[in-house]
């Protein structure tokens, strides 16, 4: 992997963490709180009771750690790329979609190592509503912060409990960010010229922001589930025996349109997200590394 992606990807992956947290919070409240009936009744409430700090929740956490997720990712998905193109020869040009797809599938398994304990520690500390404001009392919350989580859920669940919902994570980001990967590719090649190797800035942010509300399109089922079994017996008891226990149970009792919920906010975050991830990216790698390498384009999905 080559330090110019890991610098790119890195600080691409943080702003668009800083730009669709709050976006993200509302998401985890929806999926796994019956309180609220929807984006705007979540968002009114949490400022209600929150302030804008409740929408902001957990985020310390995934902004120290993003640097080592786009690093696997990236460099997963860019040693694949090559990989194949080697296996077939380098006479064959650039890589083939199905290459892309395959590539970007592998690099998002890969991430989860990383990624699954700090995702955890994310939507504990989103779903935790307790707060004081107003004058009015509240609960004292669980956590006191990400540190604190962290050494809770090892305390009580043991050390792998940093990985539960592990497997629809797995589930959720392979295809995902197959998807993601290929989307952005495609949509670059259309939106170029044929003279170039990238498309100009504004096509960057236009395939960006599309190819993130693909991969949440395509990821949403599993992130619902994911979200379930990670605050499944944090505020309450154990609700669900296991994974396919969780999707039997989720659609007995609200049905299969319940995965599909958060699909509109994931979306609506998705788009500027991926928009800024892509435009921080490509500016970063074009100032850093000025003579273009003839590999698809990257980036890092939040």
């Known amino acids: 992997m080559h330090l110019v992606d890991f610098v790119s990807g890195s600080l691409g992956g943080a702003c668009g963490v800083a730009v669709g947290y709050p976006l993200d919070t509302v998401k985890v409240r929806i999926q796994t709180q019956k309180q609220f009936t929807g984006v705007y009744h979540c968002a009114v409430e949490t400022f209600s009771k929150e302030g804008v700090h409740g929408f902001f929740k957990g985020m310390s956490l995934p902004m120290a750690t993003v640097s080592m997720t786009s690093s696997v990712v990236f460099g997963t998905y860019r040693n694949c790329l090559q990989c194949l193109k080697q296996a077939r020869g380098a006479d064959w040009g650039p890589n083939t979609k199905l290459e892309i797809f395959l590539s970007g599938m592998v690099g998002g398994v890969a991430q989860i190592s990383v990624m699954s304990p700090g995702d955890i520690v994310k939507v504990r500390l989103q779903c935790q509503t307790e707060s004081k404001r107003g004058g009015a009392s509240m609960p004292k919350p669980k956590y006191h912060g990400p540190v604190h989580c962290l050494l809770s859920i090892i305390k009580q669940e043991g050390f792998m409990g940093l990985y539960r919902g592990a497997l629809p994570l797995m589930l959720r980001d392979g295809p995902s960010y197959a998807t993601y990967f290929l989307t952005y590719t495609t949509i670059c090649e259309w939106l170029s010229d044929g003279s170039k190797t990238k498309a100009d800035w504004s096509g960057v942010m236009l395939a960006g922001g599309i190819a993130g509300m693909a991969g949440w399109t395509v990821g949403t089922p599993m992130d619902v589930i994911k979200a379930r079994l990670q605050m499944d017996g944090a505020r309450e008891t154990k609700r669900y025996k296991g994974f396919f226990h969780c999707i039997a ?33 490509e500016v970063l790698t074009r100032f850093l590394q000025p003579t273009p390498e003839n590999v698809e384009p990257t980036s890092f999905r939040v």
């Open 249 to 281: 149970e989720t659609v007995k009792v609200e049905g299969a349109g319940v995965f599909f919920r958060s699909l509109g906010v994931n979306c609506l975050r998705a788009f500027p997200v991926n928009m800024v991830v892509f435009f921080t990216y």
